[in-house]
């Protein structure tokens, strides 16, 4: 249903305009390790069809 993408994902807990914010190195500028695959690009077409087709079991 996604592409998915190894990447460095990070909460910033520090104080500035990030404050909360998840924060993904898309490219592995930081040098950290990877820890997390994120979808990139979504089908939505299937996506819907997915989801409205399990609603309607209720």
Same mark, same amino acid.
């Given at each position: 249903?996604?592409?998915?993408?190894? #990447? !460095?994902?990070? #909460?910033?807990?520090?104080?500035? !305009?990030? &404050?909360?914010?998840?924060?993904?190195? &898309? &490219?592995?500028?930081?040098?950290?390790? #990877?820890?997390?695959? #994120?979808? !990139?690009? *979504?089908?939505?077409?299937?996506?819907?069809? !997915? *989801?409205?087709?399990? *609603?309607?079991? &209720?």
């Amino acid at each position: 249903m996604a592409e998915e993408k190894k #990447v !460095i994902l990070d #909460v910033d807990l520090n104080s500035g !305009i990030d &404050y909360g914010r998840t924060v993904c190195d &898309y &490219y592995g500028r930081s040098g950290r390790k #990877v820890n997390a695959e #994120v979808g !990139i690009d *979504l089908n939505g077409e299937l996506f819907w069809e !997915i *989801l409205l087709s399990n *609603l309607e079991k &209720y």
